[in-house]
C-alpha cells in the first residue's frame, strides 16, 4: 500500500515566486493535514481538511498561503508570492478519521526560498 | 491551548544500553492521545507510539515502552536495548479525543548511539 505521497521533494524558488506543493494521501483516508517544520518554531500545523473540508486554517500564516482539497486523493498547498522566511520543510499527513487517531506522513517537501 | 515540552534537546546512549526521553505536556481535557514520532536523517516522520489517555496500562511496541503519568502529565519514552538504527530526532505529540485532530509537538531530543 503506497504511503502519503508529496511532490516535488525539494524545490528552489526565487523571492516573489509562486510555490506549489503537492500531495497525494493514503487511499480511504478522510482526513489530510499540512505541517511545517522549521528550526525556529518546530513542526506546527497550518491546516486540515476533513472530507475535502478545510476545517481549521488557523495556522495559516497570512493570505500568501492558500490550500485546496479538490477531492479525496489530492491537496495542494500554494505560496504567493513566496519569501525567504517560508523557508521550510512541509509534511503532508492523512488520516482515516473515524478509526483511530494515527496520521501517516509524507516524506516531506524542503522548500528554499532565496 | 495544549502545549507539550520536551526538555532534553539531546540525548546520547550506548548500543545496547536503555535510554528515556521526557515530555511534558499540558492540557485541560482529560481524554487525548499522545504519541513519539521519530524522524531520522531521512527526515520521514515514523509514529513509534501511542498511547491513550484512558487507558492506564503503558503502551509498549518491542523495545520501546512509554511511562504515561496522567495526573503529571509525563509520558516518557524507553528505547530498550538501542541499536543504531535508533539514531534519529524523537518528538512528543498530543492529540485531543475531541474537536481538534491537530498533533500538538514538543521541540524534539536528538538521540545520538554511541557504537
Known amino acids: 500500500d503506497a504511503g502519503v505521497i508529496q511532490s516535488p521533494r525539494h524545490e528552489v524558488t526565487e523571492m516573489g515566486q509562486e510555490v506549489t506543493l503537492r500531495c497525494k494521501p493514503i487511499s480511504g483516508h478522510n482526513s489530510l493535514f499540512w505541517y511545517r517544520q522549521t528550526m525556529m518554531r518546530g513542526l506546527e500545523l497550518l491546516i486540515y481538511?476533513?472530507?475535502?473540508?478545510?476545517?481549521?486554517d488557523s495556522g495559516m500564516p497570512e493570505d500568501r498561503f492558500s490550500a485546496k482539497m479538490p477531492n479525496a486523493s489530492f491537496s495542494t498547498l500554494k505560496i504567493q508570492p513566496s519569501e525567504p522566511r517560508d523557508s521550510a520543510v512541509y509534511f503532508c499527513a492523512s488520516s482515516f478519521r473515524r478509526r483511530t487517531y494515527e496520521q501517516y506522513f509524507g516524506p516531506g517537501t524542503r522548500l528554499t526560498v532565496t | 491551548a495544549q502545549t507539550v515540552t520536551q526538555s532534553q534537546p539531546e540525548m546520547s546512549v550506548q548500543e545496547a544500553e536503555t535510554v528515556t526521553l521526557s515530555c511534558t505536556y499540558d492540557?485541560?481535557?482529560?481524554?487525548?492521545?499522545l504519541f513519539w514520532y521519530k524522524q531520522p536523517p531521512s527526515r520521514q516522520m515514523i509514529l513509534v507510539i501511542r498511547?491513550?489517555?484512558?487507558?492506564?496500562q503503558n503502551a509498549t511496541e518491542n523495545r520501546f515502552s512509554v511511562n504515561f503519568q496522567k495526573a503529571a502529565k509525563s509520558f516518557s519514552l524507553k528505547i530498550s536495548d538501542s541499536q543504531l538504527g535508533d539514531a534519529a530526532m524523537y518528538f512528543c505529540?498530543?492529540?485531543?479525543?475531541?474537536?481538534?485532530?491537530?498533533?500538538?509537538f514538543g521541540q524534539g531530543t536528538r538521540l545520538t548511539i554511541n557504537p
Open positions: 492540557t485541560s481535557e482529560s481524554d487525548y492521545y
Open positions: 481538511f476533513n472530507n475535502n473540508v478545510p476545517i481549521d
Open positions: 498511547q491513550e489517555a484512558y487507558k492506564q
Open positions: 505529540a498530543y492529540r485531543s479525543a475531541s474537536g481538534a485532530q491537530k498533533l500538538v
